[in-house]
């Protein structure tokens, strides 16, 4: 991948997204993807990730992120930038 091709996005998701599995597929899907960076419930009841890697592969996450898994109801993403991740894989982070 090129540089130039390498983008990190900041989201914040909101809906019915708590206790339905939303990290673990997003881990999953982040996985498929080849993405590295984090995904971690907050405390407002919203899930926060990092993504990074390829153009392509990060809008795909993001396509994603607006469904969620199957027993999520996803109301809005918020997308910004953020800070290159300094792991090479994706994790699940504890809530804030």
Not at 3 to 32: N, T
Not at 55 to 60: E, I, K
């Amino acid at each position: 991948m090129h540089e130039a091709d390498y983008v990190v996005r900041h989201l914040m998701i909101r809906g019915r997204v708590q206790g339905v599995a939303f990290r673990a597929s997003a881990q999953v899907e982040a996985e498929r993807l080849s993405l590295h960076g984090w995904v971690r419930n907050r405390t407002d009841g919203r899930v926060e990730a990092l993504v990074a890697g390829s153009l392509a592969a990060v809008d795909d996450f993001v396509r994603w992120a607006h469904q969620g898994p199957a027993h999520a109801r996803v109301d809005g993403v918020e997308i910004g930038s953020g800070e290159r991740p300094e792991q090479l894989r994706f994790l699940m982070l504890p809530t804030v």
